[in-house]
């Protein structure tokens, strides 16, 4: 009779085991960021119920000195980088950066605006033929994959880039450049374990179809180790039809903590204040082609796949704007960001820069709106809960900031540039 008892007996030991070493790796709270934070009524529901939202921030102030250089002093509230969150869109930033890094080792004749095919060679692939449609925005190239992945957050966008780098030599990569908690091994499909360690071949043509070059598919021999161990969350999830009550197992999941996301965006946008090391190598056309498709939306993008009313003004920029479709556009405020929505996970990590006040700064949002505690049932307070608070939170601290006193007034030019 004991014998069925131990696989929940396990599972349980394992959430506890987990719930530990989460609470013994949280950052210290910063005491201004506490004390702003109990300054608006309306984020106190999630602010008084930190187990259920299981709220993160980084809020980081930017200080100019007198050459414009910029220095950076983050605060932080319930950081916990052993807290497991799915990062669901958040990894596109990476793979955006890492993919624009690797045209860099191809032939000079190939760059982000060369048409790529996609074969099949496993499992789980599908196919993207070549094609030169008139259209340049509509072509199969590794810039408009990006361009989709950081205007509406693109799927299938996102399993062509992972495809073309390969599991392995994404993982590496993010390993060298600092990032050991992160852990990228999934494409946004019904992919297995195994699949996803099978990545496509792919090729890049002329617009006339020629071969420029080839890349057989890629096999990673072993998936990445889980950096948290095993991960468990939620009382039940859904599977097809039914309900299955026990938590929803994330071990084999994306992984990308919070600090790491802020330092890929901060990265992206300060890459000259990241120690050289640290930093992927792109040059200064890549990180001002990331820098406009950070900030713009999809109507301001004018890339003509987006002309579609339901890809409104203040799209995917929650922090500040919530979800809303009247929302107009703060005037001299420009957000550059990367968004994450999935099993009840919300984040938003952002770069504020306001011509208006002339003021600057980072802040790194997370939280779990889920209330019945079910993962993949499709009932998650995203418009309730989670999108207003993100929309207020932005706005406190844009409000802090255009009061905040600096010795020297930033040069936000090569924020509001246009790119050419």
């Not at 959430?15 to 950052?27: E, H, L, N, S």
């Not at 030599?169 to 699949?195: E, M």
């Not at 070059?213 to 999830?237: E, H, S, V």
């Not at 790491?260 to 990265?267: E, H, R």
Request: hydrophobic share 35%; net charge positive; proline share 10%.
């Amino acid at each position: 009779m004991p014998t069925p008892m131990k696989p929940i007996l396990v599972l349980l030991a394992l959430i506890i085991i987990t719930r530990v070493q989460a609470q013994t790796a949280q950052y210290p709270d910063s005491p201004l960021l506490d004390s702003l934070l109990r300054t608006s009524p309306a984020l106190a529901k999630v602010l008084s119920h930190p187990s259920t939202y299981q709220l993160q921030l980084i809020y980081t102030q930017i200080n100019r000195d007198a050459q414009n250089v910029p220095h950076f002093t983050q605060h932080t509230y319930h950081l916990n980088p052993r807290q497991y969150f799915n990062p669901a869109s958040l990894v596109k930033l990476p793979v955006a950066l890492l993919a624009l890094e690797k045209l860099h080792t191809l032939p000079t004749t190939i760059n982000r605006n060369t048409i790529l095919s996609t074969g099949t060679a496993w499992r789980c692939q599908t196919p993207v033929p070549f094609a030169a449609p008139a259209d340049s925005n509509r072509q199969a190239t590794v810039g408009n994959y990006i361009k989709r992945m950081l205007l509406v957050s693109d799927n299938l966008a996102y399993n062509r880039l992972y495809e073309f780098l390969g599991q392995k030599q994404l993982n590496d990569r993010l390993q060298q450049l600092g990032y050991s908690g992160s852990r990228i091994v999934r494409r946004f499909a019904p992919c297995d374990t195994a699949a996803n360690r099978h990545t496509n071949p792919v090729a890049f043509h002329t617009p006339t179809g020629d071969t420029l070059y080839t890349q057989p598919a890629q096999t990673n021999p072993r998936t990445p180790a889980p950096p948290l161990g095993p991960i468990y969350a939620g009382r039940a999830y859904k599977a097809g039809d039914h309900i299955i009550h026990r938590p929803y197992e994330f071990t084999t999941a994306n992984n990308l903590p919070l600090p790491d996301i802020t330092a890929l965006l901060q990265t992206a946008l300060f890459s000259e204040a990241t120690p050289a090391t640290q930093r992927p190598h792109l040059t200064p056309v890549d990180y001002a082609f990331l820098r406009q498709y950070l900030h713009l939306t999809p109507h301001a993008s004018q890339f003509t796949p987006y002309t579609s009313p339901k890809y409104f003004d203040a799209y995917k920029k929650y922090l500040y704007y919530g979800r809303r479709p009247e929302a107009q556009p703060q005037a001299g405020l420009r957000i550059f960001n990367i968004v994450g929505m999935s099993h009840g996970y919300l984040a938003d990590v952002a770069y504020f820069a306001d011509s208006l006040h002339q003021s600057e700064f980072l802040l790194s949002a997370v939280l779990y709106v889920n209330q019945d505690g079910i993962i993949n049932d499709a009932t998650y307070e995203y418009d309730t809960i989670g999108e207003p608070f993100l929309a207020q939170l932005g706005q406190l601290f844009y409000q802090y900031e255009a009061r905040r006193p600096r010795r020297y007034q930033p040069d936000l030019t090569p924020f509001f540039e246009k790119y050419p």
